[in-house]
């Protein structure tokens, strides 16, 4: 059945829904719980602009138009709180970090963090991404050449080294499988806690709990162990994000700075999304640039013109339209963050004719709005050139892998960055190719949407081009 919002130009006309609830909508629990992104794409490919669905209580609003994604987001962002249960589900993990507060709070923490991420400061942190790259790109030369690479395990270790230089100012981890595996945890947990009317309090005997609370330590003990470290040392010079936290201050309360458990937090978000997200995209970039030889060759031809042996730098990478073009068509097809948490009408929100009532849950979901047909041909492929220089425009909110509107990624910047540089230096030096027969990977939508099966790539050295003489 339909529901009826108010349009001032129709006051009976009504939001499409989707397919009919049984037991209160039950029935599309369980559906989203095994396949939250096939059933939203369904539900676009019946009402392409806008759907309604009801589970138990609840009415879910999914905006896929980024005309008014963009309306809402954007326009009326004041608005909008977070699904309280998405926060309080985020809140295990992340804790009162700027990824889960609201209001004055989370103003306060944007305010404080901003500076740390503006683009002028993001290239300051070029040298140590590319430091990180070399030394996971030397071991990965020393390998048997017929022996093929997990390319989640090899991301996830440059930009676990990246975001550990960047925040602290050293390396300190020598194996990084338990921290990946302790965010894994974490990020599977927390999707699957989203379909669930409750979660058990973390005292329980339960495994599952069990499991959750020691991943937690483990990240626990890895942020203060570094914070420790810091804080015994001279840091007065240092340029890390670390101390940019320590001396961060509310402009508008230049004596306040961030409480002990407030650094602890930020640093934890920071840390998680920082690196987890990228190794995500890279992961299936280098998946897709592998399994597309016309694309890789291009990316080849004008790291080698452009580069000519030297390590790229944020000026070089500007140089290099196709690599650019195809880290975004990557992140159109599989965007790290596929699912934007669900909004709660905290006032009436216009979208397009219709007036939602205060209350009202809007859903957004990037993987889908980023392969409709109207705004993408051909929207399964990959197909780079859609985002070169001259190409035809793309409309705004069609393409919004790091969000929109308030709640952008703060560190959209700083990812770009890295993925320019470690995509840069991998194809300057290795041939990436995707192994006879293998089958595409399908994805495993956690907190990030990951491959479910492995990208094992066979990596080939190329010869070395000499930098050339005083360049």
């Not at 302790?182 to 990020?187: G, P, R, V």
């Not at 483990?218 to 015994?232: F, M, P, W």
């Not at 508008?252 to 700075?257: L, M, N, T, V, Y």
């Not at 070169?388 to 069609?398: C, V």
Request: charged share 20%.
């Amino acid at each position: 059945m339909d529901t009826t919002y108010s349009s001032p130009t129709h006051p009976m006309q009504t939001i499409p829904s989707g397919p009919a609830g049984r037991l209160w909508g039950l029935n599309h629990l369980r559906t989203m719980r095994a396949d939250y992104l096939g059933f939203v794409g369904r539900l676009q490919s019946q009402h392409p602009d806008i759907a309604h669905v009801q589970v138990l209580n609840e009415h879910i609003v999914h905006v896929f138009h980024p005309d008014w994604v963009r309306e809402v987001l954007v326009d009326q962002a004041d608005a909008l709180i977070r699904w309280e249960r998405a926060t309080e589900i985020f809140s295990v993990a992340m804790g009162q970090s700027v990824l889960v507060t609201e209001g004055a709070s989370w103003q306060r923490q944007r305010r404080m963090l901003q500076p740390g991420f503006t683009p002028k400061r993001v290239t300051g942190y070029a040298a140590l991404m590319t430091s990180a790259a070399q030394d996971a790109l030397a071991n990965l030369a020393q390998r048997p050449a017929e022996q093929s690479v997990d390319m989640d395990a090899l991301m996830t270790t440059m930009t676990l080294d990246v975001i550990l230089r960047a925040l602290f100012g050293a390396h300190q981890v020598t194996d990084a499988r338990p921290i990946a595996e302790a965010i894994q945890t974490l990020s599977h947990s927390g999707i699957e806690e989203m379909f669930k009317p409750f979660s058990w309090p973390h005292w329980m005997p339960l495994p599952s709990v069990r499991q959750v609370r020691h991943a937690k330590q483990t990240l626990d003990r890895v942020i203060q162990q570094h914070i420790q470290a810091q804080s015994a040392a001279q840091q007065q010079e240092s340029e890390d994000l670390l101390t940019m936290l320590r001396q961060a201050r509310d402009p508008e309360h230049p004596d306040q700075g961030l409480s002990a458990q407030e650094l602890h937090d930020q640093t934890m978000v920071m840390f998680q999304a920082g690196h987890e997200t990228t190794a995500t995209a890279m992961t299936w970039w280098s998946g897709l640039v592998a399994s597309h030889p016309d694309v890789a060759q291009r990316i080849h031809a004008e790291i080698d013109a452009v580069l000519q042996g030297e390590t790229p730098t944020p000026a070089t990478l500007q140089q290099l339209p196709w690599l650019q073009a195809s880290l975004k068509e990557a992140m159109r097809l599989y965007p790290p963050a596929a699912v934007l948490m669900t909004r709660r009408a905290i006032k009436d929100v216009k979208v397009g004719p219709w007036t939602l009532p205060k209350g009202q849950l809007i859903a957004f979901t990037p993987y889908v709005i980023q392969r409709d047909p109207r705004w993408f041909e051909s929207p399964d492929a990959f197909k780079p050139e859609r985002f070169l220089p001259g190409a035809p425009d793309i409309p705004r909110g069609a393409w919004m892998p790091f969000g929109t509107g308030p709640r952008v990624c703060i560190a959209q910047h700083f990812a770009m960055l890295e993925m320019g540089l470690i995509g840069a230096m991998l194809m300057q030096r290795f041939s990436l190719a995707w192994p006879e027969g293998a089958a595409w990977p399908e994805g495993d939508l956690a907190v990030t949407l990951r491959p479910a099966q492995a990208i094992r790539l066979r990596l080939h050295q190329r010869a070395a081009i000499a930098p050339t003489q005083g360049g």
